[in-house]
T-cell receptor, first 116, second 115 residues
Framework: EAGVTQFPSHSVIEKGQTVTLRCDPI?????LYWYRRVMGKEIKFLLH????????ESGMPNNRFLAERTGGTYSTLKVQPAELEDSGVYFC??????????????FGEGSRLTVL | AQSVAQPEDQVNVAEGNPLTVKCTYS??????LFWYVQYPNRGLQFLLK??????LVKGSYGFEAEFNKSQTSFHLKKPSALVSDSALYFC?????????????FGSGTQLTVLP
């Protein structure tokens, strides 16, 4: 079974440009999460999809970030326009729907974003 | 707001010696506690979790963690470290309901096991 895949693995862009990160969750997983780790600090929650619906987007830093999950399959996270402080590693994770959902998350390898 | 503290950025231990990676947490209500590990150029992998029940939880690769409610701690342990255990370890907590159900991670501890 394929795990969570993320693309690109590394993106280098200039301030003001746009970047789109993609995440393909494990097939059949209704829950999809985006997290971010900036400059070696803690991994911070960005948002949570259940199928195609945004369940919780309380962690999104500002309106330059837009996440979508059309059709409830893969998800994209767009940063437009990118700023220097957006540099970091963006992790995607998925899990099956288990009601109370106390289970663990399955993470991708992350997309490293460098904004120059 | 819930939080996790991993007081040590780096832990070094000799192969064959016991290891401990420390974690303390703060959350309203009963906590759900997790340990994840990140090997170089890999994603985070689940190691173990505490939800309810026995305070000593056993997980993958011989790791275990002890939940201590009075000290709000969930330290990761292994009786005999291997060089292959060298990796970045993250502790995480989740609250029981609402937005607190999202995982809150610590800043990570780099474990280096010396041969």
């Amino acid at each position: 079974e394929a795990g969570v895949t993320q693309f690109p693995s590394h993106s280098v862009i200039e301030k003001g440009q746009t970047v789109t990160l993609r995440c393909d969750p494990i097939s059949g997983h209704d829950n999809l999460y985006w997290y971010r780790r900036v400059m070696g600090k803690e991994i911070k929650f960005l948002l949570h999809f259940v199928k195609e619906s945004k369940q919780d987007e309380s962690g999104m830093p500002n309106n330059r970030f837009l996440a979508e999950r059309t059709g409830g399959t893969y998800s994209t996270l767009k940063v437009q326009p990118a700023e220097l402080e957006d540099s970091g590693v963006y992790f995607c994770a998925s899990s099956p729907w288990t009601g109370r959902n106390t289970g663990e998350l399955f993470f991708g390898e992350g997309s490293r974003l460098t904004v120059l | 707001a819930q939080s996790v503290a991993q007081p040590e950025d780096q832990v070094n231990v000799a192969e064959g010696n016991p290891l401990t990676v420390k974690c303390t947490y703060s959350v309203s209500g009963n906590p759900y506690l997790f340990w994840y590990v990140q090997y170089p150029n890999r994603g985070l992998q689940f190691l173990l979790k505490y939800i309810t029940g026995d305070n000593l939880v056993k997980g993958s690769y011989g790791f275990e963690a002890e939940f201590n409610k009075s000290q709000t701690s969930f330290h990761l342990k292994k009786p005999s470290a291997l060089v292959s255990d060298s990796a970045l370890y993250f502790c995480a907590v989740r609250g029981p309901s609402g937005s607190a159900r999202q995982l809150t991670f610590g800043s990570g501890t780099q474990l280096t096991v010396l041969p």
